[in-house]
């Protein structure tokens, strides 16, 4: 079972930047797969995805500022670029393999001057 690992995350001046990685234990190039976040208090939410072909997906706030992408010749590992970040986009980040309960651990991003 391929088990996933988040890292990358930081605290963040507002307009920084980060990048989230998504490492797997196998190859994740063939699965659709979903960045999430949880603030605190709220529920988990699904900001992104990316499937098979590189087709992506990105919820309204967050569209034009986070990428989420994959690298050719790595099919370990997914990204989530976050740009001109802001104090409301603090959470602990996740990705999933849509469609299953494979999650990794969470990675905090804090947004704060």
């Known amino acids: 079972q391929v088990q996933l690992a988040e890292s990358g995350g930081a605290r963040v001046q507002p307009g920084g930047s980060l990048r989230l990685s998504c490492g797997a234990s196998?190859?994740?190039?063939?699965?659709?797969m979903g960045w999430y976040r949880q603030a605190p208090e709220k529920q988990r939410e699904l900001i992104g995805t990316i499937n098979s072909r590189d087709e992506t997906w990105h919820e309204d706030s967050v569209k034009g500022r986070f990428t989420i992408s994959r690298e050719i010749n790595n099919e370990n590992t997914v990204y989530l670029q976050m740009n001109s970040l802001k104090p409301e986009d603090t959470a602990v980040y996740y990705c999933?393999?849509?469609?299953?309960?494979?999650w990794g651990q969470g990675t905090q991003v804090t947004v704060s001057s």
């Open positions: 999933r393999i849509l469609g299953t309960n494979l």
């Open positions: 196998g190859s994740i190039s063939n699965y659709y």
